[in-house]
Each structure stands twice: as C-alpha cells, then as structure tokens.
C-alpha cells in the first residue's frame, strides 16, 4: 500500500492535486508536516496553473489540463502506488487519474473536492456556480473580446469571503501574488466519464468543510451520498481552503485515513 511491492517497509507517498487558480505551492504546511513526519510527498502544478508556462487562456480540454498529473503517475516506478488526494476541482482530477490510473491508486481523498461517480450525471458542480456569480469574478477572454470567455480567477475583494474566511492573512496574502485564471473550457470536460467499475475498488475518502463558502456542506453530503466512500471527515472550523485554515488538523485526518487501510 503506497511503495514498492516486497518491500518490508514499503514507502507511503502521497500526491496533492490543487483546485482551480492555485498550484501545488497552496499545499506548503501539509507537505511540510508529512516530510517531518517521513513520509513521502509530491505535488504537481496543473497545465497553466501555478509555475506552468502555459497560458491558461490556451488550455481547452481536461486531458490537457491534467497532463502534467497523468505524467507523474505513469513515470511511477512498476508496483508504486500513491494517495492521491485533490482539492475542489481537483477533486475531478483526481477521479479521471483514478480511472486512468487504477492500478497505481491505493486511495483517492477528495477534500472539499468535486466527487462525481464515473458514469453518473454530475449535479450543479463549483464551475457552474460560479458562472451564476458574475460580480464576483474576473473573466479573460483568450480569444478576443467578442468570444466566450476562456479563464476566470474570483476577484481580490471576495477572496477572503469565498476562500479564506478563515485562514491566516499570511496566507491570505501569499495567495494574492500567486493565483491565477483558472481554464474554463478545460472543465467543461471534467466530471462527464464512463463507468469504470475498477475505479470503484479503489478506496475513496471525503474530507468535508463546514465552513466553506464555495462549496455548500449540504452539497459537499450530497456526493457522498451520491458516491458513498470508505471514510468520511469532518472540518468543523475550516473554509474552503483547510491547507490554509486547519493544516494540522488536516494533515491529522490524512495519517487516520491512511491507517484505516492497514488496519
């Protein structure tokens, strides 16, 4: 589980998929506390996201987008398997690897994520709500002006309310340099895949938000009800962005949701 096969103590690796307009810096104090703690870690910046060259303006399909994702995860050595953990719309991510990538998954951890079950109609999702909140968002057109838009990023004077109500203005900060327009059309494809009943062996945990401003909690019980897993969490004092708001107590319920596959 986690290393290489045979191995008498084999490597427990955990891989973080970010959400839209961040990048794997978003998950700093997590990574730290799991290298402090010997465990193995690796983060990946999406195409257009984070320190990737390209222009997310220019980025129009999911394959594409999770590229760089789906690279990492084949370039594992034979018998390798990581976590695979994902946030927000990452949590789409995460499920198109896990179907693409079954057999190098032993758990996938959706944290305040888009959970969709392959082959299942995908209700309201992150993407579609914010589309209903114009006031809120910066829309860039790659195109031209008089095409539909191509990135959005939630605008400086919301974030604190969408994203960080409750996490440190340091990090409030640090994301303010940082983030940026997140590809749209890329997550049209997202969550819209065929069943894939080898996926559904892979063993899925849900860390819930209760205080998030992006993704309701009821809607965040919704796909656990609609996609049950083998493990549910609750973060009772943390906003739609816990590696901020509540690491330690994220990075806690990571090590219990790893345990209870050793058990």
């Known amino acids: ?20 307009s961040h990048g794997a810096w978003c998950w700093y104090k997590i990574i730290t506390l799991l290298d402090a703690a010997g465990f193995k870690s690796s983060t990946v910046d999406l195409t257009g996201a984070g320190i990737s060259l390209t222009d997310s303006n220019t ?3 999911s394959d594409q987008y999770n590229r760089p994702l789906f690279s990492l995860l084949s370039d594992l050595p034979p018998f390798h398997k990581v976590i695979l953990v994902g946030h927000s719309i990452g949590g789409a991510s995460v499920t198109e690897a896990l179907c693409k990538f079954t057999d190098k998954i032993s758990m ?24 209903g909140y114009e006031e809120i968002c910066d829309y860039t057109f790659g195109e031209g002006t008089d095409k539909p838009p191509t990135g959005f990023i939630i605008k400086e004077e919301f ?16 994301s303010s340099k940082l983030l940026r327009p997140a590809p749209m059309r890329a997550f049209q494809d997202l969550d819209k895949l065929p069943p894939n009943p080898k996926a559904e062996y892979v063993p899925g945990v849900y860390i819930k938000t209760a205080k998030d401003n992006i993704i309701d909690p009821m809607r965040q019980d919704q796909m656990v009800e609609n996609w049950p897993v083998f493990q549910k969490y609750v973060l009772e004092e943390s906003d739609h962005s816990p590696f901020f708001s509540v690491p330690t107590t994220l990075f806690a319920y990571l090590l219990h949701a790893v345990s209870s596959l050793q058990r």
């Open 1 to 20: 589980m986690g290393g290489d096969s045979g191995d008498d103590d084999p490597i427990i690796h955990f891989v973080f998929v970010h959400g839209a």
């Open 59 to 61: 980025v129009f399909h």
């Open 108 to 131: 996938a951890i959706y944290i305040t994520a888009s959970m969709v079950k392959p082959g299942s109609i995908s209700s309201p999702d992150l993407l579609n709500k914010l589309e």
């Open 159 to 174: 974030r604190c309310h969408y994203y960080y109500n409750q996490s440190p203005l340091e990090d409030i900060t640090l």
